[in-house]
């Protein structure tokens, strides 16, 4: 970014209007600004793929275009969640008056800039100075977190807004974003209550809402969301952290009301569309998912914010529907995606799966069996997560409604099972995944038990005075199951006894080994969770290096072991 704000010379910028002499005008004003880099697009897919692969000091695009079946405001909401944006690209989002209250939102979201129509060069002009001057005064915060040193990024913001310095609530969002994004929960709360107290603002009243949730006062949250949406159920990001709680809580019917809502809210989001798509998929709607996935699949196909596990999804239903065509049209379009991201590990995975499915219909079954089996060679390996998980457990399910047997069935059920039951959450959706398979959902369910049964023992025998025996117990589980909630429950005896645990150093090292390994510190359901996955609902984009982050899928983070 410029050190000096003022100065638009050595900018580039970019056009978004469909309407060729709008257009034109917003270009010609953009020139005497003094702009001399000015691209144009009049779709918002061609807008989409230039922004995903370039960089702008300057977007103006406009809210609403015909025989466009997104918004100006859905891709807007979509490069920020995503972080597909730059901290220094200013967004400026053109509108009528008629949309006034609508841009007003995207504007607060995306916290750059909105011009109503009819404007003058002036005023855009204005606009663009005052939002590089924010960036600008804020320039020693975004040095910081670019140089990964959150903690004074955290401190900067705070004392931005003590002093009440121009700016302070953009730098009380951020700073409470770290504050969320590090652990540091009460005082991200604090933070977000005392925005609400100096101004009420519906961001401010979301960020308590998520911390509450972070915190584990799932409750709590559910209340503060009930709140938000009873003022403002026009609030989307609102209903994103909603669908969040309610799936944590295993509410799966709530869970898919709320992300139904989102989407009627936004029909356009590619993010929205994928939860509210795999939600229903898993919950057994598959009517509903399929809409959903494949709407998904048109829209964002092409895009960075598309996850590739639709893609396997869809494949799945298509084999129950014998749909030869539409199968291998999965497979073509997750050869593409492999071709513009062949850097990925993730996809070569999933076209291993749909490999699988395939070959499975062709009554290729040899090759089917081999597929599927090598799949389940990895089943212990740290990088296998609950995606290949469930993805697994579908192909077993597949084997055995095609009536093929296969020996070593059984217990990888079983292994999934005691590795990826974590919660009655993560346990109901991976015995969806068995799609009707009264056997396989079964042993899901009594491997969940038993994962119940080992914890509770083990928190029992710390009550009783003997932690030691009880960190020992669920370390050596821990490393059977590869559980990550047996692992973190030892690392949360240690940390509360460590004074009483003799062994407590040469404990803690096998912990940390385990927890290093399989990466249990991150237990959460991905799905309808969007922290990873750039700008987290309802939070703000915080760039690191200003790189974009890919999308990892919504499934890949409900498990990180």
């Not at 001399?36 to 406009?62: H, K, T």
């Not at 850097?343 to 219909?361: G, K, Y």
Request: charged share 25%; with cysteine.
């Amino acid at each position: 970014m410029p050190d000096a704000p003022s100065e638009l010379q050595a900018a580039s910028a970019l056009v978004v209007d469909g309407n060729s002499l709008s257009r034109s005008i917003i270009v010609a004003q953009l020139r005497s600004f003094g702009i001399g880099s000015i691209g144009q697009c009049s779709r918002l897919r061609e807008a989409r793929n230039r922004l995903e692969i370039s960089s702008f000091d300057v977007v103006i695009c406009e809210h609403d275009f015909d025989n466009e079946a997104i918004s100006g405001q859905d891709l807007l909401d979509d490069l920020r969640r995503n972080q597909l944006l730059p901290f220094y690209t200013v967004f400026v989002m053109m509108t009528s008056n008629a949309t006034y209250a609508k841009v007003a939102e995207a504007a607060e979201s995306a916290l750059d800039a909105y011009v109503v129509k009819p404007h003058t060069a002036m005023s855009l002009e204005t606009r663009i100075q005052h939002a590089r001057r924010r960036k600008h005064a804020l320039k020693s915060i975004f040095t910081a977190i670019d140089n990964e040193d959150f903690e004074t990024a955290t401190d900067l913001c705070k004392a931005h807004f003590d002093s009440r310095k121009d700016y302070w609530l953009y730098a009380a969002r951020i700073g409470a974003e770290l504050m969320l994004r590090v652990g540091r929960l009460t005082e991200a709360q604090t933070l977000y209550e005392a925005v609400v107290a100096a101004k009420t603002l519906p961001w401010a009243r979301l960020g308590v809402a998520r911390a509450q949730l972070e915190g584990g006062q799932v409750n709590n949250a559910t209340q503060t969301l009930t709140s938000i949406i009873q003022n403002d159920p026009g609030f989307s990001d609102a209903y994103d952290v909603m669908g969040r709680a309610q799936f944590e809580q295993g509410d799966f019917n709530g869970a898919l009301a709320t992300f139904k809502m989102a989407t009627q809210l936004t029909p356009s989001s590619v993010n929205r569309l994928l939860k509210h798509g795999m939600m229903a998929y898993y919950k057994g709607d598959r009517d509903e998912g399929v809409e959903m996935l494949e709407r998904a699949t048109r829209i964002g196909l092409e895009s960075k914010l598309f996850d590739p596990q639709a893609l396997v999804l869809l494949a799945f239903v298509r084999l129950e529907k014998d749909d030869a065509k539409g199968m291998a049209q999965c497979q073509v379009q997750l050869s593409r995606l492999y071709e513009r991201t062949p850097q990925s590990e993730r996809i070569p995975r999933l076209m291993e799966v749909v490999n699988a499915l395939v070959n499975l219909r062709a009554r290729q079954t040899a090759r089917a069996l081999d597929d599927i089996r090598h799949i389940m060679k990895s089943i212990r390996e740290p990088g296998f997560d609950f995606e290949s998980a469930s993805n697994l457990l579908a192909l077993m399910t597949q084997l055995a409604n095609h009536s093929i047997q296969l020996p070593e069935m059984d217990a990888a059920v079983d292994v999934l099972g005691l590795r990826f039951c974590t919660s009655r959450a993560m346990a109901e959706l991976l015995a969806s995944a068995a799609n009707g398979n009264k056997e396989h959902a079964d042993r899901i369910h009594e491997a969940h038990a038993q994962v119940l049964k080992i914890t509770q023992e083990a928190m029992s025998a710390s009550l009783k005075g003997i932690p030691q025996r009880a960190v020992e117990t669920l370390l050596a589980n821990g490393a059977e199951t590869l559980n990550a909630k047996i692992i973190e429950s030892a690392h949360l005896v240690l940390q509360r006894y460590e004074e009483r645990i003799p062994e407590f150093e040469a404990l803690r090292v096998r912990a940390q080994q385990l927890r290093e390994r399989f990466r249990t510190g991150a237990i959460r359901s991905g799905l309808g969770d969007q922290a990873n996955t750039g700008r987290a609902a309802g939070g703000v984009s915080i760039p690191s290096r200003y790189q974009p982050k890919r999308q990892d899928g919504l499934l890949a983070k409900v498990q990180a072991a």
